[in-house]
């Protein structure tokens, strides 16, 4: 097996997260998490075919995770909550706030799942307690609770039969596996699926192929890591940079991966983990868009939020 890694995007993200590929326009989005506290654009879109690169600004809100819409555009987690937004027009709108009594937490990673519900975890900003939760929106934009106890949630994601949810709480080097209830939405059984307690690198995004094995991006180390539904690490490919953050299926096959990173440096989580190291600058390309192709895996459609 031969594989390529290139560069697609000379970005610089200060905390590149959530790549999406859109399969009917063939178009890849993905965010800047925190760009705007840094003067950056903090959502992007990309045209493979073309080249043509886009970028926005949300001014006012660091986004957590996008994801796509069956009406069209895209629904956001920020910072305070779930938003609709428009990449065209650059419309803004509120759903529902979320944690507003925590006022150290803001939405971080997120997913569809296949009855068109989305899924969003947050984060403590300060990497610190476990006062996080997992909220849950459906197509009629209700919002429920159905997990908490969380520093930073990152990488959920579901089996191909929808019957396990993965999740990682990146500070407690811990990603889990629950039983999920696709008919609905509620996650039980909760067991470590993954520990990364005595391994070099972090857990931070995930998503799953069409075999059933979860391709994970590792902080630190710079690997994206492929393990099997029982948790045993099939392979692992080093990337250009040591921080890459999410991992997403794209291409007219589903079968080359697109890789996010981060340029940031300071991580208030150093302070009470010692995974990660205190850097004077970035690494050269951090921040930059990879992409392997040749692996002769392919992936499964991202499903759209259905309200």
């Given at each position: 097996m031969t594989y390529k890694i290139e560069c697609v995007v000379e970005c610089e993200n200060y905390l590149g997260e959530s790549p999406i590929w859109d399969v009917d326009s063939g178009m890849f989005y993905?965010?800047?998490?925190?760009?705007?506290?840094?003067?950056?654009?903090?959502?992007?879109?990309?045209?493979?075919?073309?080249?043509?690169?886009?970028?926005?600004?949300?001014?006012?809100?660091d986004i957590g995770a996008l994801a796509l819409r069956e009406e069209g555009g895209l629904i956001l987690a920020v910072d305070d909550g779930y938003y609709f937004y428009d990449f065209?027009?650059?419309?803004?709108d509120l759903i529902q706030l979320i944690e507003e009594d925590l006022p150290r937490t803001r939405l971080n990673d997120g997913k569809v799942d296949r009855r068109g519900r989305f899924i969003a975890g947050s984060m403590d900003d300060q990497e610190e307690l476990d006062i996080c939760g997992l909220w849950r929106l459906d197509p009629d934009l209700s919002v429920s609770k159905i997990g908490g106890g969380i520093i930073c949630t990152n990488g959920p994601s579901w089996s191909p039969d929808d019957k396990i949810f993965y999740v990682t709480c990146t500070f407690k080097d811990t990603m889990w596996a629950f039983d999920y209830d696709i008919k609905n939405g509620t996650i039980s059984n909760r067991r470590d699926f993954v520990s990364t307690k005595d391994l070099a690198g972090v857990c931070d995004g995930s998503t799953v192929d069409s075999e059933g094995c979860i391709w994970t991006a590792e902080l630190v180390t710079g690997d994206i890591v492929r393990r099997s539904p029982d948790g045993m690490e099939e392979r692992r490919i080093g990337m250009p940079v040591k921080n890459v953050t999410s991992v997403m299926f794209g291409g007219d096959k589903l079968d080359e991966i697109y890789v996010t990173s981060m340029a940031r440096i300071d991580h208030p989580g150093s302070e009470h983990h010692d995974t990660f190291i205190k850097e004077v600058t970035p690494q050269f390309g951090a921040g930059s868009v990879f992409k392997v192709t040749g692996l002769g895996i392919k992936g499964i459609e991202e499903p759209r939020f259905g309200g």
């Open positions: 993905w965010v800047d998490g925190t760009g705007r506290r840094k003067g950056k654009d903090n959502i992007f879109r990309l045209n493979p075919r073309s080249g043509n690169f886009e970028s926005r600004l949300i001014p006012d809100h065209d027009n650059g419309n803004l």
